[in-house]
């Protein structure tokens, strides 16, 4: 008899604070032979394998937002002028474009494909979309005053001038190309 009125108390306290509960709860009655779960818990969602663990890019900036802006635009402002020096010097790439507006600079090389460098505030980095090497994401490695450093993909380590540097060459086969002495370019 008690157990049966320990069991419907239980059950009673248990429905009105339903969502109180956060862990599963096993209640065994000891005059009854069966056994009365009542819970709320839901089992987390696992969102990957167990063999291998997410990966979640760590921003590390060295620089503050105000000295991030300044480089940034020094970089792009000088691949920019760069990129308007190359075009004006070659004319053998037809439908060659070049657009740089609000910190992203298209450089449109024809049949050489689409080069888009932007830069990326929230992460301090400048992101790079190649159509020879694809999409890389830079950080700018250096002194925390900006002064002196470079855009360095943390991958391979190799820098933001010298990939453009490498397969640019490859398009602009009779000029020698001079990325590195851009602003920070390494030099």
């Known amino acids: 008899m008690y157990g049966r009125l320990a069991a419907n108390f239980l059950l009673r306290n248990i429905a009105k604070n339903q969502r ?26 696992r969102k990957y394998s167990s063999t291998k663990q997410p990966t979640e890019h760590v921003v590390d900036s060295i620089l503050d ?34 657009a740089y507006s609000d910190g992203v600079l298209t450089v449109n090389l024809g049949e050489h494909g689409t080069y888009v ?3 990326q505030t929230p992460n301090r980095q400048i992101w790079l979309s190649s159509p020879t090497s694809g999409p890389k994401r830079y950080d700018f490695v250096g002194e925390s005053s900006g002064a002196t450093g470079k855009w360095i993909y ?13 397969e640019l060459q490859k398009v602009f086969e009779t000029q020698k190309l001079e990325f590195e002495d851009l602003p920070f370019g390494g030099r």
């Open 117 to 119: 460098i932007n830069r």
């Open 154 to 166: 943390r991958h391979n380590s190799q820098s933001l001038h010298e990939l453009l540097q490498l």
């Open 20 to 45: 109180n509960l956060r862990y599963l709860s096993v209640i065994k009655c000891c005059s009854l032979p069966r056994t009365i779960v009542a819970t709320n818990y839901t089992a987390p969602q």
């Open 65 to 98: 937002h105000a000295t991030y802006e300044r480089v940034c635009a020094e970089t792009l402002d000088g691949l920019n002028d760069y990129f308007e020096q190359l075009m004006e010097s070659i004319d053998n790439i037809p439908g060659s474009d070049l």
